[in-house]
């Protein structure tokens, strides 16, 4: 009679570790793990670290063993402090109209990235490091974690970020307050969680752990169903209701085709974290 290898895990897989200059690009067990490195300059965005991540994300939405990924950041002190002014408007140079938003390439849904993204902030998370925020599936934050907006400070219009905050659902009172008072007044965890920033606050020691303990449980999921289910709800958003539900409608009906409609983790073992 053969072995009853059922309660015997799998071997883990290799880590791939891709190079980038400004991030830290890691696939293991279905999980692309993309980490923000320039604590030295509170991980604030440069050409550099847009084009890596356009090209990240361009990875996690085309490879299809990447089931999941989880976005945080090296250091203790923040999360992103938006763009690095230091390294000047790389954008300036081109006509007015031929301009785009210099946080575009930042966020997984300007790619087009259907698969779920974990989002673990820790320490400051100021201004433009909502592009990473808004266009993430869950956001889980530490309890050293503070969110503002420092476009007041500098006399500089705060809209693009905002508008990403109001789609996500966070109401505008809170958004408001957020844009209006600066780097002056800093919302605390406990705010972020009461407004619908994030969705946990976790111990700091804690966070990474718990984000990847999220990634884990999704990965181990019918990724089609996993993908069909982010790309209904964030087109959503854009739809009127009616619309809404017939795109997502559509999506069951494509989505839950043929075989293996089921929980696809392996005799539904516990998860083995890192």
Not at 98 to 103: A, F, K, R, S, V
């Amino acid at each position: 009679m053969a072995p009853d290898n059922r309660d015997t895990p799998d071997p883990a897989p290799a880590t791939e570790v891709v190079e980038f200059e400004t991030i830290e690009f890691e696939i293991a067990e279905h999980i692309a793990t993309i980490t923000l490195n320039r604590p030295d300059r509170l991980n604030c965005f440069n050409e550099t670290m847009a084009r890596n991540m356009a090209a990240a994300w361009a990875r996690v939405r085309d490879d299809d063993d990447i089931h999941v990924a989880v976005l945080r950041a090296n250091g203790e002190r923040a999360f992103c402090t938006g763009v690095d002014l230091s390294e000047g408007a790389w954008w300036a140079h081109l006509n007015r109209w031929n301009q785009e938003d210099p946080g575009i390439d930042l966020g997984p849904k300007q790619h087009r990235v259907w698969k779920p993204v974990v989002c673990a902030v820790n320490g400051m998370a100021a201004g433009g490091a909502m592009y990473f925020i808004n266009e993430s599936d869950i956001v889980i934050c530490s309890e050293d974690a503070t969110f503002f907006d420092p476009h007041a400070n500098g006399g500089i219009v705060s809209a693009l970020e905002p508008i990403g905050m109001l789609a996500r659902g966070i109401p505008v009172g809170e958004v408001l307050r957020w844009a209006l008072l600066g780097s002056d007044e800093r919302m605390t965890a406990d705010t972020a969680l009461r407004a619908g920033i994030v969705t946990e606050v976790t111990p700091t020691a804690e966070l990474r752990e718990r984000a990847h303990q999220l990634a884990t449980e999704i990965a181990g999921r019918r990724p089609e169903a996993i993908q069909g289910t982010v790309r209904a709800i964030w087109e959503a958003l854009e739809m009127n209701p009616t619309t809404a539900l017939r795109n997502g409608l559509s999506y069951t009906q494509i989505g839950n085709q043929g075989d293996g409609r089921s929980d696809s983790r392996k005799n539904k073992r516990t998860p083995r974290f890192r």
